[in-house]
């Protein structure tokens, strides 16, 4: 059974980092981060291969965020630098059995989410 449970959500101020986790169980797969703002529709953030040799990025968050994994602990990982208002949003883990991919509907696992909220 595949389980998917995020964390390190919370408030931080513009210009700030977080780091959020993914706790994965059941497998090994291709991973993913997606948001969802208020009013807005889940979109994607960045992904990573199963051995982490592969990643892409949303050019919203290109330089600024880094996806990661540690295999041997079941955890993926996304770094947050320079934090901006529009950033704001509930935070998705995800995953599949396939490759990379941006689409949400390419993924069958998801974790419940993790409100990020950046103050200006």
């Known amino acids: 059974q595949v389980q998917l449970v995020e964390s390190g959500g919370g408030l931080v101020q513009a210009g700030g980092s977080l780091r959020l986790a993914c706790a994965f169980s059941?497998?090994?797969?291709?991973l993913g981060w997606f948001r969802q703002a208020p009013g807005k529709e889940r979109e994607f953030v960045a992904s990573i291969s199963p051995n982490g040799g592969a990643k892409q990025y949303a050019d919203s968050v290109k330089g600024r965020f880094a996806i990661s994994r540690d295999n041997a602990k079941n955890t993926m990982y996304l770094q947050m630098n320079i934090l901006k208002p529009e950033d704001t949003a509930v935070y998705y883990c995800s995953g599949r059995g396939g490759l990379l991919s941006t689409f949400s509907r390419d993924y069958n696992y998801w974790g419940q989410g993790t409100q990020v909220t950046v103050s200006s």
């Open positions: 059941g497998g090994t797969f291709t």
